[in-house]
């Protein structure tokens, strides 16, 4: 088993949509990854770092961007992390 960070992205806390780019960063060496959502709205980060901290983050055009950090992984942990974009107001 290798360590994973995965999830999935809603729109509004209902819509799912495919290609928005998720980025997990290392802290420690600054290594940035990025993957993009599935046609469900899951992504999936694996074959990491033990440790951390990560910092998760999603952004898509429109929409308030969410980043969460503090993510520390466990030998052979498969970490879920769901993130919710919101429709910016005009």
Not at 45 to 71: A, I, M, Q, T, W
């Amino acid at each position: 088993m290798h360590e994973s960070i995965s999830g999935q992205v809603t729109i509004n806390e209902k819509e799912t949509s495919a290609g928005i780019v998720v980025k997990a960063v290392h802290e420690p060496t600054g290594s940035t990854f990025a993957k993009k959502t599935d046609s469900s709205g899951h992504y999936c980060f694996d074959r990491l770092k033990v440790g951390g901290p990560y910092v998760l983050s999603v952004e898509s055009s429109g929409y308030e961007g969410v980043e969460l950090g503090g993510v520390n992984l466990k030998t052979g942990e498969a970490y879920v992390q769901d993130m919710n974009l919101v429709r910016v107001s005009a």
